[in-house]
T-cell receptor, first 117, second 114 residues
Framework: NAGVTQTPKFQVLKTGQSMTLQCAQDMNHEYMSWYRQDPGMGLRLIHYSVGAGITDQGEVPNGYNVSRSTTEDFPLRLLSAAPSQTSVYFC????????????????FGPGTRLTVL | AQKVTQAQTEISVVEKEDVTLDCVYETRDTTYYLFWYKQPPSGELVFLIRRNSFDEQNEISGRYSWNFQKSTSSFNFTITASQVVDSAVYFCALSARSNYQLIWGAGTKLIIKP
């Protein structure tokens, strides 16, 4: 059981480049999400998904796209990287009870440290 | 709108002291879920506890205890007899039943000195 995996661990981009951060989970969780963590701040939700084919925006979605074609995978695409997107990115997954809200713990990947020059 | 406030940016104590980390939340939902996570220097996020809004029982797990008070919208975390290995950033987070978003506090950096 690998849990939540993220690739790459580190990435350096130039302004304007695009890239995809990969996230996969093998726990058959319905819910998956992407966060960014900046110094001195908590995690901020970028996008989330409650199941294959369903995605929605979080607090800070601008500049990012997601898709969820399978239960296992939830890639995050940076369309045109900007220095403001320099951050650590975490992917997470969890079960949902179906009653609404996140009522179970989230399992996190190890994070991707992204630097945009 | 939901909000989580962790007013203590950094706390430094000497080993074996007790320490309490504060968490104050805001939500209009009557059903919600509160969480604490730990982020050690290695960077991973470790789940500590989940509490439902309709369960105000306090919880103790070894040296860790949590005090949930709906009247003051607080969910405080106490470490008894702190150890150096407790040094980490601790986050409080909130999810309301009306949505699927987990809102995080800014975190409290806890430094335990030997």
């Amino acid at each position: 059981n690998a849990g939540v995996t993220q690739t790459p661990k580190f990435q350096v981009l130039k302004t304007g480049q695009s890239m995809t951060l990969q996230c996969a989970q093998d726990m058959n969780h319905e819910y998956m999400s992407w966060y960014r963590q900046d110094p001195g701040m908590g995690l901020r939700l970028i996008h989330y998904s409650v199941g294959a084919g369903i995605t929605d925006q979080g607090e800070v979605p601008n500049g990012y796209n997601v898709s969820r074609s399978t239960t296992e995978d939830f890639p995050l695409r940076l369309l045109s990287a900007a220095p403001s997107q320099t951050s650590v990115y975490f992917c997470a997954s969890s079960r949902t009870s179906g009653r609404g809200g996140l009522d179970n713990e989230q399992f996190f990947g190890p994070g991707t440290r992204l630097t945009v020059l | 709108a939901q909000k989580v406030t962790q007013a203590q940016t950094e706390i430094s104590v000497v080993e074996k002291e007790d320490v309490t980390l504060d968490c104050v939340y805001e939500t209009r939902d009557t059903t919600y879920y509160l969480f604490w996570y730990k982020q050690p220097p290695s960077g991973e996020l470790v789940f500590l506890i989940r509490r439902n809004s309709f369960d105000e029982q306090n919880e103790i797990s070894g040296r860790y205890s949590w005090n949930f008070q709906k009247s003051t919208s607080s969910f405080n975390f106490t470490i008894t007899a702190s150890q150096v290995v407790d040094s980490a950033v601790y986050f409080c987070a909130l999810s309301a039943r009306s949505n699927y978003q987990l809102i995080w506090g800014a975190g409290t950096k806890l430094i335990i000195k030997p």
